[in-house]
């Protein structure tokens, strides 16, 4: 006893008696990236008492390193520039570009309601007013930063304020450990571990928000061996946790095989050159000073193009024009990744291509973006002739983006068991989830998919905690 009154002392002298405590709430979310934060501020908003856990220091998650943008059509911004979309041109799209594989619930609910994101977000103070162009995109619609900005800090950026502004319960270095189930086998909380200890959290509905497994290289490999050491885009902590623990409750998993990777990321250090780079002008040479593809292709086609190619690597290469037409560009032609030259046989050296191999390619492209047609490759969108000086290139090679395999859900964030039936309480949204991207992911997608499908899962487990008994 005597032992026991010491210790809580001491305890309480060294400020470690705030031993974890169990806490109850009306929905739980399991990560803070961009879907976990838009389920937050969308259930807070609708009257519901919010806890968040992020096994991170701090929020954001592969959000943070998006760059392209988020497609949406038919949107006031779209209109303004005189494009005409719809989302039935987004679901052809997206379904196109996934190779069928999608579910078209899934894609059709994204399509529709992708436009409600880019409202919500400019309503909540974020900056996407920039309209740009994609692969796989029939129509320009990927939305982001005025100048052509990177959209992941901006997303995160304004959803994080909006859930500081709400005092939102939001805990870093809190990792989930398990979901919870009650009598009925509905979900009803998790089990954690933070800087304190583990602890419960008692909830009436759970949101699994953690994102895809692009960072486990041995999760990835296990499905598809080809990628066994594979760089990655990913953050660290994307290593698939939140869909095991998923699965390890009931949840249905599919399209497992359907990992992405990113054709234009920098050997060795991993740092992504963002779609919209190529979007905006940008053609890809290889190690013989030769385009080889179509720029505008689909991430999977054009990654397999760069890795027949000598070093299993290309060059992305454009001029001082394109470079000012995108915002994203200005830190990469300050990174010593990229070389720069004020002719093309000065560019040409630094690269270690033909001279003479790169001044025929350019004169064939320039020709090609006169003519306003790519006879050679079908490039559809040939918005500038890459003929100003100074000139940039910067040597790519595909690496592991995205995940487009995970936890079954419905349009309602619903998550499925391994019998087809609706786990009650347990939703789920973003990379963590299968079937809204198919075998391949559009750029720009992903942050629809994120918002779209984050702000749903907020509002169907707001709607199934006030039902809930």
């Keep these: 006893m005597k032992k026991a009154v010491i210790a809580l002392a001491l305890a309480a002298a060294f400020g470690v008696a705030n031993a974890a405590q169990d806490a109850s709430t ?16 969308e259930a807070h908003d609708l009257g519901a008492k919010v806890i968040v ?52 619930e899934l894609v059709r609910y994204l399509s529709e309601h992708a436009k409600d994101s880019v409202d919500w977000l400019l309503a909540l103070g974020a900056d996407l007013h920039d309209v740009g162009l994609m692969a796989g995109a029939s129509k320009p619609r990927t939305h982001r930063p005025t ?47 933070g800087p304190q200890g ?44 939140g869909l095991l623990m998923a699965q390890k409750f009931g949840a249905n998993l599919i399209d497992m095989k359907e990992i992405q990777t990113h054709p234009t990321v920098v050997p060795n250090g991993g740092e992504m050159i963002t779609e919209a780079v190529r979007g905006n002008g940008a053609i890809l040479v290889n190690a013989e000073g030769k385009r080889f593809y179509n720029e505008l292709e689909t991430r999977d086609n054009v990654s397999a193009a760069i890795l027949k190619q000598t070093g299993k690597a290309a060059f992305l290469f454009f001029d001082s024009d394109m470079q000012k037409s ?12 990229t070389v720069t030259g004020n002719s093309l046989d000065e560019i040409a050296a630094k690269m270690k291509v033909p001279a003479d191999a790169l001044k025929a390619t350019m004169q064939e492209y320039g020709a090609a973006v006169s003519a306003k047609a790519d006879k050679k490759f079908g490039r559809a ?56 991207h198919g075998g391949n992911r559009l750029g720009g997608n992903a942050q629809a998919d994120i918002v779209t499908f984050g702000h749903a899962a907020g509002e169907q487990a707001f709607i199934y905690s006030r039902l809930a008994k």
């Excluded at 995108?326 to 990744?337: E, V």
């Design 26 to 41: 009306d929905i739980v979310i399991v990560g803070a990236g961009g879907a976990g934060l838009s389920a937050a501020v």
């Design 53 to 104: 856990v992020e096994k991170m220091a701090f929020p954001g998650g592969n959000t943070t390193r998006a760059a392209g943008g988020l497609n949406a059509a038919s949107t006031p911004l779209q209109q303004a520039k005189g494009t005409y979309d719809s989302p039935e041109i987004m679901f052809y799209d997206t379904m196109k570009g996934g190779h069928w594989k999608n579910n078209p």
């Design 147 to 193: 100048g052509g900005g990177l959209v992941g800090a901006e997303v995160v950026r304004a959803l994080n304020a909006a859930a500081e502004q709400r005092k939102i319960d939001l805990r870093v270095n809190t990792r989930a450990e398990e979901i919870l189930k009650n009598g009925k086998g509905a979900a009803a909380g998790i089990r954690v571990k």
């Design 198 to 241: 583990e602890y419960t959290i008692h909830s009436k509905a759970v949101v699994i928000a953690a994102g895809g497994f692009g960072a486990n290289n041995d999760m990835v490999a296990g499905y598809v061996p080809r990628l066994k050491g594979f760089s990655t885009t990913n953050h660290p902590g994307a290593t698939g946790d």
């Design 326 to 337: 995108l915002k994203a560009t200005n830190n990469y032609i300050k990174q010593p990744y």
């Design 381 to 436: 969108s040939l918005p500038r002739a890459l003929n100003k000086a100074p000139f940039y290139a910067i040597k790519v090679t595909p690496a592991v983006h995205h995940t487009m395999g995970g936890i079954q859900i419905n349009a309602k964030t619903q998550v499925f068991d391994k019998q087809g039936k609706v786990i009650p309480g347990l939703f789920a949204a973003g990379e963590v989830t299968g079937g809204v």
